[in-house]
């Protein structure tokens, strides 16, 4: 049951803003209970109080974006529900998922209410791989963003030359001619679909990740055949884009 519910709620930042809850996106797979991975002994705990307009969030979703050097990466582990504001929450590591948890990073919160997705207007330092820390947020229907920045957002499948699928740790950038704008890697999860979600940063995170320009790929420091544009549409649905080594 895990395992399916998983599947139908990760990563649900790629997700439509104008769907509802039932357009949340699968995207990259989250395993709750999976601890036998590289990495799985660094997860980060939040937990605390969250609220709407002044008023304790009730939400069937809430995940995390991990902000380090510009960069932002989705990193929830599971996407657990919020009841009358309270929280708790796994945050993957560097260790477990390219860009995630590593000092210096913050923690941005994201949440999906009234068919919208919503950005705490506070982040919180990474406390630290294994350790359990207290974040209190709040969140505004009349600031949606809160303090996230624009960005662009892809997800998909990884091939090789042969059009076989990439194993789980393969490193995932996107690239602005020399400028990295977006990085993060395939999750581990045994019996799953392999997804990757990829969010690039623009220009205020940046400077060289300009909207409008071209992005290319690379997969595992390798070109991938694909191209795409760093349109800073955002979460609204997220671009699906496979990527095949070129």
Not at 47 to 64: C, H, I, K, N, S
Not at 143 to 169: C, I, M, N, W, Y
Not at 185 to 207: D, H, K, M, Q
Request: charged share 20%; glycine share 14%; with cysteine.
């Amino acid at each position: 049951m895990l395992l399916s519910v998983s599947l139908v709620l990760a990563t649900a930042a790629c997700g439509d803003e104008r769907g509802g809850a039932s357009r949340v996106a699968t995207t990259t797979p989250v395993v709750a209970g999976l601890t036998a991975v590289p990495g799985a002994d660094e997860r980060a705990t939040l937990r605390g109080a969250l609220t709407l307009d002044g008023v304790p969030l009730e939400a069937d979703f809430l995940g995390v974006r991990v902000i380090r050097d510009g960069l932002a990466v989705a990193c929830q582990y599971t996407i657990p529900p919020v009841e009358g504001g309270d929280y708790e929450i796994k945050v993957a590591s560097n260790a477990e998922v390219r860009g995630c948890g590593a000092p210096g990073a913050e923690l941005l919160l994201w949440t999906f209410v009234n068919d919208a997705f919503v950005y705490s207007t506070q982040t919180a330092p990474w406390p630290g791989g294994g350790a359990t820390a207290t974040f209190d947020a709040s969140f505004s229907t009349g600031d949606r963003e809160g303090a996230s920045q624009p960005v662009t957002e892809f997800k998909g499948h990884l091939f090789d030359r042969e059009g076989r699928e990439l194993p789980s740790g393969t490193v995932i950038e996107a690239y602005v001619g020399e400028v990295r704008c977006g990085v993060t890697s395939l999750r581990y999860g045994a019996g799953v679909e392999r997804f990757y979600t990829l969010i690039v940063a623009g220009p205020e995170s940046i400077s060289g990740c300009t909207e409008g320009a071209g992005l290319t790929f690379r997969l595992n420091g390798e070109p991938a055949a694909e191209t795409a544009v760093n349109d800073l549409a955002g979460g609204s649905e997220g671009h699906e884009l496979d990527l095949t080594v070129q």
